[in-house]
């Protein structure tokens, strides 16, 4: 197993530096834009090239981080801008009929300076048919940060817009297998800055994030067997947390960090237990001759939602927290697998197996509705984003994997095209507080 190095630290490190960027706001008077249509209706945005005072050109890219960013969001439709003979840096040089022609309803524009490896950035929010301001911001940092501070505003952006906290500054994991090595990996949103917490020339699997983003809880099968640990991210410890008789797998935490649901085939079928942190206090959680695995638990804690076999074939169940009677929860298809629940628990994710495709479906726990939200053919691992507005997931196309997005009502897809010989398993994780 790879050890852990010093490196490691700069995932905790672009975490915190967000924290770290000071935002100043300028005097104007700002708004409040008026949307029509909810969620499913995107709004055109005009994404201007932000005008770089810096000697290598080169880095002028801050505009296309921001317009992918938002494009992926599913809520956004980015503007072709670049064929305009006009584009504005600053609020003066704004031609309002221009915008309108093209169907803008907002855009942001901005200046970028670069001075002695630290950069400011002082950008704008416009709404195009009140020709009024909504935000203005100035953005600063070393320019390490130059990603950081392009998801920062889009995160801005579309939290001003939606209402809602945008999810690129967060991160990322999958594992990939890469010419007979695996490595657990973690990455911006959208999928750049890669960096590996854990390599190995055995299988890694089902990486989850601890609820405040500082620790993984993975599968190794470095001993030959599957055991479960927890990798700091902070410290680099690497700790074992289950390590017993059989198969130890599926490690799921608790919404307050203090327990996991884990699966053990201790004593006959896999079968999911709770175990804290450190490896004590096992309990079972039920107990059947069933096959029951692939825990996940509900935001509020009370109820832990997996895959079982006790119907025949594989079906998404529901049990409470504390033990008890499991209920079914998902009747379509011929199986169903690899749940996750949205961030505000109303929504559950799974894959659902039907005539030969293994599809990404979204089902509304309040009114029974299925939509498929992929194509297929061979889809998993669904995970939901932060705010709960776009799912992560992993597919093969042509015996290759690689991680793609869609937004939650099956608009947008966007691939990573991540190289490697197989992507398998990504996880999100959650807002840093």
């Given at each position: 197993?790879?050890?852990?190095?010093?490196?490691?630290?700069?995932i905790i490190q672009t975490f915190i530096a967000l924290f770290l960027i000071s935002i100043s706001m300028d005097v104007f008077a700002i708004e409040t834009i008026e949307i029509s249509g909810g969620g499913?209706?995107?709004?055109?945005?005009?994404?201007m090239p932000y005008k770089e005072v810096v000697a290598d050109k080169s880095s002028s890219r801050m505009h296309q981080i921001i317009a992918a960013d938002l494009y992926r969001s599913g809520f956004f439709r980015s503007l072709e801008v670049e064929g305009l003979i006009n584009k504005p840096s600053a609020l003066s040089d704004i031609n309002y009929s221009?915008?309108?022609?093209?169907?803008?309803q907002v855009m942001t524009l901005g200046q970028v300076e670069v001075n002695n490896n630290r950069m400011k950035v002082n950008w704008f929010l416009v709404d195009i048919n009140k020709k009024t301001i909504l935000t203005t911001m100035e953005f600063s940092g070393p320019v390490a940060q130059y990603r950081a501070i392009a998801h920062k505003i889009s995160d801005t952006i579309y939290e001003k817009i939606t209402g809602i906290p945008g999810v690129f500054s967060t991160k990322?994991?999958?594992?990939?297998?890469?010419?007979?090595?695996?490595?657990?990996?973690?990455?911006?949103?959208?999928?750049?800055?890669?960096?590996?917490?854990?390599?190995?020339p055995q299988p890694i699997i089902s990486a989850r994030w601890s609820p405040d983003a500082t620790k993984i809880a993975y599968v190794s099968f470095e001993k030959k067997k599957p055991i479960i640990y927890i990798?700091?991210?902070?410290?680099?410890?690497?700790?074992?947390?289950?390590?017993?008789?059989?198969?130890?797998?599926?490690?799921?935490?608790?919404?307050?960090?203090?327990?996991l649901a884990i699966v053990l085939t201790y004593n006959a079928n896999s079968q999911i237990y709770l175990i804290d942190p450190d490896g004590s206090n096992l309990k079972p959680l039920i107990q059947s001759t069933h096959i029951d695995t692939e825990p996940v638990w509900s935001p509020d804690g009370k109820f832990i939602y997996f895959t079982s076999d006790r119907g025949g074939r594989p079906q998404i169940y529901k049990v409470s927290s504390n033990g008890g009677e499991p209920q079914r929860v998902s009747f379509e298809g011929n199986q169903n697998l690899n749940p996750n629940i949205s961030p505000d628990g109303k929504m559950l994710s799974y894959v659902m197996q039907e005539e030969?495709?293994?599809r990404v479906v979204l089902h509304d726990l309040q009114t029974g509705q299925i939509t498929k939200i992929t194509d297929g053919p061979f889809d998993e691992a669904p995970k939901f984003s932060p705010n709960g507005h776009v799912i992560l997931y992993a597919h093969k196309i042509n015996g290759s994997g690689d991680l793609s997005?869609?937004?939650?009502?099956?608009?947008?897809?966007?691939?990573f095209n991540i190289h490697a010989d197989d992507i398998r398993e990504p996880a999100w994780a959650p807002f840093v507080k």
């Open positions: 197993m790879k050890k852990y190095n010093s490196h490691m630290l700069k499913t209706k995107q709004i055109n945005i005009a994404v221009e915008m309108a022609a093209i169907q803008a990322i994991s999958y594992i990939s297998k890469n010419k007979g090595r695996y490595s657990l990996n973690v990455a911006d949103a959208d999928g750049f800055n890669v960096q590996s917490v854990v390599g190995s990798q700091s991210l902070v410290t680099g410890q690497r700790t074992v947390v289950a390590n017993f008789k059989g198969n130890n797998s599926s490690p799921s935490w608790a919404p307050d960090g203090r327990r030969g495709r293994f997005t869609v937004s939650i009502d099956g608009a947008v897809r966007q691939s």
